[in-house]
């Protein structure tokens, strides 16, 4: 599928249903990104925070709208399409709600990273015009500069800090991933292509390899936030 546009590689339905089945998904968790942003500003310390958080919040309503024109565009109704995601993805934000400001903060670039880490990972086996789409959506909205900084500010003031963010950055993982393999075993296409059956779909060694990077990639940016993974 990767060497072929959406036109020729939509021809086969079961493609087409995985491809919408993203969409609705990607849209969905950019809705829920705008909001969880907004909500989050709220507990900016100072007017600087506030603004910063709503300009990121603002880029997420932007890829969310790229997202349902496009779902537009190939003949499918947005809402229909997000709607077997919502369920899924607002367990998690409700399950993994900040209580502080710093929580906040390691929340947005945790976690939208580990989602950002696998649609990538996904990305690769779509076709061109999808995989340009969800790639130009995936762009870092910011955050994560802005979240290493304060961060490891707030640690070097207080190292105490560090340990409980730690444990809520593990806690952020282990949801993330619970949560996204109970979206894929849910969606029949989603898991298909994941798997292998959609044309040059992932085989079962091909996951185990994947969630090994995005596991790596988080160790990473513990280590960049001054946090033990």
Same mark, same amino acid.
């Given at each position: ?104 903060? =390691?929340?947005?670039? =945790? ?10 990972? =996904? ?37 105490? =800090? ?68």
């Amino acid at each position: 599928m990767a060497a072929q546009d959406w036109a020729a590689a939509s021809a086969d339905p079961q493609y087409r249903a995985a491809v919408v089945d993203l969409l609705g998904a990607l849209a969905y968790g950019e809705l829920a990104a705008f909001e969880r942003l907004a909500e989050d500003a709220k507990l900016a310390p100072t007017l600087a925070d506030k603004a910063e958080l709503a300009k990121m919040a603002s880029a997420e309503f932007h890829h969310f709208e790229q997202l349902r024109n496009r779902l537009t565009a190939i003949e499918t109704e947005p809402t229909k399409a997000m709607e077997p995601f919502a369920a899924a993805l607002d367990d998690f934000h409700r399950q993994t709600a900040p209580s502080d400001w710093l929580e906040g903060l =390691v929340k947005a670039y =945790v976690g939208d990273s580990i989602a950002s880490d696998f649609y990538r990972e =996904v990305a690769v086996r779509l076709d061109s015009d999808t995989r340009k789409l969800v790639l130009a959506v995936l762009d870092d909205t910011g955050h994560g500069n802005f979240a290493v900084e304060k961060v490891r500010a707030a640690i070097e003031a207080d190292p105490r =800090v560090g340990g409980r963010l730690a444990l809520w950055a593990r806690r952020l993982m282990g949801e993330a991933l619970s949560q996204a393999q109970r979206v894929v075993a849910e969606r029949d296409a989603l898991s298909t292509m994941l798997v292998g059956g959609v044309a040059d779909g992932f085989d079962l060694a091909a996951v185990g390899e994947m969630f090994t990077r995005i596991t790596k990639a988080h160790t990473k940016r513990m280590a960049a936030l001054g946090l033990a993974a």
